[in-house]
């Protein structure tokens, strides 16, 4: 079809004031969530070294007795253990200058909000990967060393299954400080799983709640034998489809339910060889005064402002908690 001549057309060189179409919104596609920290307790700290206590009975004994009127024969006691962790310093500093602040912007009214948001939320997911860490030890503070915290790695000393020459060092008083021995990866499999669920129970009397694996480990703990079947009544009438089940997000073993977590960080190099069995209840993060926003010195024609966080891990009960590491990623 021939074009008329002389039509005014927006492709026109001349053709002036058409608007852009950006949407008003603005979509952030990485991961945000913190399930594991969002599921812990929230404590203050108020020193640089959060401390707390730990302490268990004595082995039962069936023969115990005395004769009628014997005098009493004192018990053997023994003291608490004193555990405890580094804070570490979660930071991050933004700056805007006034006139990106100012200007008229799509999907943010203004850009120092925008970006204080973006920065909390990453400090959120980096004590994630923190608590989630499966080497990461704790570092005292010095005038010229950051304090550290100790991550899951070196404070699940309780039940860890290794393979190989690993090993996770024995904690019984002060920081986590000492590095996990490296062993020889080999395969995620429902034996490993049954023996650190039956592990937790039989040290601390406690039903494990939460399995956290990274995707790969998910998709084999849902090919395990009897975890997920591979069909399910279809309901609806005779041209209704059926649903099948490739997964599972509850697994029912010996020692009580466990819900079963893929955590995207585990995905992640030097943290996708381990799997954690938790029991929340004993897990609490002790924060020092909470996030803080502090305005820093204006410097130039800008707005810089400093967001910290000073927190470490508590691990309450190591015996109630349990990693399986030295899987094959």
Same mark, same amino acid.
């Given at each position: 079809?021939?074009?008329?001549?002389?039509? $005014?057309?927006? &492709?026109?060189?001349?053709?002036?004031?058409?608007?852009?179409?950006?949407?008003?919104?603005?979509?952030? &596609?990485?991961? %945000?969530?913190?399930?594991?920290?969002?599921?812990?307790?929230?404590?203050?700290?108020?020193?640089?070294?959060?401390? $707390? *206590? %730990?302490?268990?009975?004595?082995?039962?004994?069936?023969?115990?007795?005395?004769?009628?009127?014997?005098?009493?024969?004192?018990?053997?006691?023994?003291?608490? @253990?004193?555990?405890?962790?580094?804070?570490?310093?979660?930071? &991050?500093?933004?700056?805007?200058?006034?006139?990106?602040?100012?200007?008229?912007? =799509?999907?943010?009214?203004?850009? !120092?909000?925008?970006?204080?948001?973006?920065? !909390?939320?990453?400090?959120?997911?980096?004590?994630?990967?923190?608590?989630?860490?499966?080497? *990461?030890?704790?570092?005292?503070?010095?005038?010229?060393?950051?304090? *550290?915290?100790?991550?899951?790695?070196?404070?699940?000393?309780?039940?860890? /299954?290794?393979?190989?020459?690993?090993? #996770?060092?024995? $904690?019984? +008083?002060?920081?986590? #400080?000492?590095?996990?021995?490296?062993? %020889?990866?080999?395969? $995620?499999?429902?034996?490993?799983?049954?023996?650190?669920?039956?592990?937790?129970?039989?040290?601390?009397?406690?039903?494990?709640?939460?399995?956290?694996? +990274?995707?790969?480990?998910?998709?084999?703990?849902?090919?395990? =034998?009897?975890?997920?079947?591979?069909?399910?009544?279809?309901?609806?009438?005779?041209? =209704?489809?059926?649903?099948?089940?490739?997964?599972?997000?509850?697994?029912?073993?010996?020692?009580?339910?466990? +819900?079963?977590?893929?955590?995207?960080?585990?995905?992640?190099?030097?943290?996708?060889? &381990?799997?954690? /069995?938790?029991?929340?209840?004993?897990?609490?993060?002790?924060?020092?005064?909470?996030?803080?926003?502090?305005?820093?010195?204006?410097?130039?024609? @800008?707005?810089?402002?400093?967001?910290?966080?000073?927190?470490?891990?508590?691990?309450?009960?190591?015996?109630? *908690?349990?990693?399986?590491?030295? /899987?094959?990623?």
């Amino acid at each position: 079809m021939t074009i008329p001549t002389n039509l $005014w057309q927006k &492709t026109n060189t001349g053709f002036k004031g058409n608007r852009e179409d950006l949407l008003d919104i603005i979509f952030n &596609t990485s991961p %945000t969530e913190t399930p594991i920290t969002s599921a812990m307790g929230r404590v203050t700290a108020t020193s640089d070294f959060h401390e $707390w *206590q %730990t302490d268990s009975l004595s082995a039962v004994d069936p023969a115990s007795k005395m004769v009628e009127g014997d005098d009493a024969t004192l018990a053997v006691l023994t003291g608490t @253990s004193r555990l405890g962790n580094h804070l570490q310093t979660f930071n &991050t500093a933004v700056g805007v200058s006034r006139r990106a602040n100012i200007i008229k912007k =799509a999907g943010r009214a203004t850009e !120092m909000a925008y970006q204080k948001s973006k920065a !909390m939320l990453q400090m959120k997911k980096n004590i994630e990967a923190m608590v989630l860490s499966p080497t *990461q030890v704790a570092v005292a503070a010095t005038v010229s060393v950051a304090g *550290q915290s100790g991550g899951l790695g070196v404070q699940c000393v309780s039940n860890p /299954l290794h393979n190989g020459a690993g090993a #996770t060092a024995a $904690w019984t +008083s002060g920081a986590p #400080t000492v590095a996990v021995t490296a062993g %020889t990866n080999r395969t $995620w499999t429902k034996t490993l799983l049954d023996t650190a669920c039956q592990n937790v129970f039989t040290t601390s009397g406690a039903f494990a709640e939460m399995l956290v694996v +990274s995707p790969n480990h998910k998709s084999l703990f849902s090919a395990f =034998a009897s975890v997920a079947q591979n069909r399910i009544d279809v309901k609806g009438g005779k041209n =209704a489809q059926a649903t099948i089940v490739g997964g599972a997000e509850i697994y029912l073993s010996d020692f009580g339910g466990i +819900s079963v977590i893929p955590h995207y960080i585990l995905a992640g190099a030097g943290f996708n060889d &381990t799997a954690y /069995l938790l029991n929340t209840d004993y897990l609490d993060l002790a924060f020092l005064d909470g996030f803080v926003t502090s305005d820093l010195a204006k410097t130039g024609d @800008s707005d810089k402002v400093l967001i910290t966080a000073d927190c470490c891990l508590a691990v309450r009960a190591p015996t109630a *908690q349990a990693k399986i590491t030295n /899987l094959t990623p």
